[in-house]
């Protein structure tokens, strides 16, 4: 089992819908928790932390499940500009607190 | 937007040569980081650095070899190349380790036949 998990997806939403996906993660003791967004054949860049409390930041919300061992990302309202992949990242004493990523979530917002 | 450089940018080499990349930073960050990006796959750490001639391994080192000299480069080198090195390559910074705030260059598209 992967140590991060994402659903490659793609996610084909219409325009103005809200979606929302999850990323898993299997080492109970993660301490930090990143969404990223990659546009097509460009560099990640940071969307949002995630805390415990959750974060939202305009259309974006990220939760936080720790007894589940899942983020979320939900985006409302969304923007063919939306359109992208999403990465999440995690951190753990284990990983000497460097990021362990999952491979990604595609998302394509349709007019 | 951070200064971070990758160069180049695309490169093709064949099995068995040397290969050296290298990333270079504007913003004096302590951290640098090698990833590389294939599908399917995260993103998965090469080699780190935490300062000057500080440098440690990360999850698929095996095959490549980092240095850092100076706090603003930081170079990847694959000793000798082979096809499972293609491979679309990122060098990162962060101001704190394992803060998540990774700032990304472009990225290095490296194909080797």
């Known amino acids: 089992r992967k140590e991060v998990e994402q659903d490659p997806g793609p996610f084909n939403v219409p325009e103005g819908a809200t979606v929302a996906f999850n990323c898993t993660y299997s080492n109970s003791a993660s301490q930090s928790f990143f969404w990223y967004r990659q546009d097509c054949r460009k560099e990640p860049k940071l969307l949002m932390s995630v805390y415990s409390s959750g974060n939202e930041d305009g259309r974006f919300t990220a939760q936080l499940n720790r007894a589940s061992q899942y983020i979320s990302l939900l985006i409302r309202d969304s923007k063919l500009s939306d359109s992208a992949t999403y990465l999440c990242?995690?951190?753990?004493?284990?990983?000497?607190?460097?990021?362990?990523w999952g491979a990604g979530t595609k998302l394509i917002i349709k007019p | 937007d951070a200064g971070i450089t990758q160069s180049p940018r695309h490169k093709v080499t064949e099995t068995g040569t040397p290969v050296t990349l290298r990333c270079h930073q504007t913003e004096n960050h302590r951290y640098m980081y090698w990833y590389r990006q294939d599908p399917g796959h995260g993103l998965r750490l090469i080699h780190y650095?935490?300062?000057?001639?500080?440098?440690d391994k990360g999850e698929v080192s095996d095959g490549y070899s980092v240095s850092r000299s100076k706090t603003e480069d930081f170079l990847l080198t694959l000793e000798s190349a082979t096809s499972s090195q293609t491979s679309v390559y990122f060098c990162?910074?962060?101001?704190?380790?394992?803060?998540?705030?990774?700032?990304f260059g472009s990225g290095t598209r490296l194909t080797v036949v």
């Open positions: 990162a910074i962060s101001v704190e380790q394992g803060a998540g705030k990774n700032t």
């Open positions: 990242a995690v951190s753990t004493m284990d990983s000497n607190y460097q990021l362990i």
């Open positions: 650095s935490y300062g000057v001639k500080d440098t």
